[in-house]
């Protein structure tokens, strides 16, 4: 059984860092892309972030690039997003999730809050 456990999230200051960790299992890890997503409050969910298997190709959504990065480490079965210059509209509900692999349950996902 597929499982997505994300941590990292917290609050912090408009212009502040938070790296998120999302430790995968049940399948196998390096085979598969994996994704970042957010839910803010009253929205839908949506795609923040793409690595490909190995790592060499990455894809963001406009709101993040150039100050998002996502990584990943295949022999720790674990996907990051570091983000840097973090701004209020970041504030959601992060998930991971390998976006390939159907019938998989969303985690609990990490709440993310930026605020003065």
């Known amino acids: 059984q597929v499982q997505l456990v994300e941590s990292g999230g917290g609050w912090v200051q408009p212009g502040g860092s938070l790296t998120l960790s999302c430790q995968a299992s049940?399948?196998?890890?390096?085979?598969?892309?994996m994704s970042w997503y957010r839910q803010a409050p009253g929205k839908g969910r949506e795609l923040v972030a793409l690595?490909?298997?190995?790592?060499?190709?990455?894809n963001y959504a406009d709101s993040v690039k150039g100050r998002f990065t996502i990584s990943r480490d295949n022999a720790k079965g674990t996907v990051y997003l570091q983000m840097n210059n973090l701004k209020p509209e970041d504030t959601a509900v992060y998930y991971c999730?390998?976006?390939?692999?159907?019938?998989?349950?969303w985690g609990l996902g990490t709440q993310v809050t930026v605020s003065s």
């Open positions: 999730k390998p976006p390939l692999l159907t019938n998989v349950d």
């Open positions: 049940g399948f196998t890890f390096s085979d598969h892309p």
């Open positions: 690595i490909t298997i190995r790592g060499r190709t990455t």
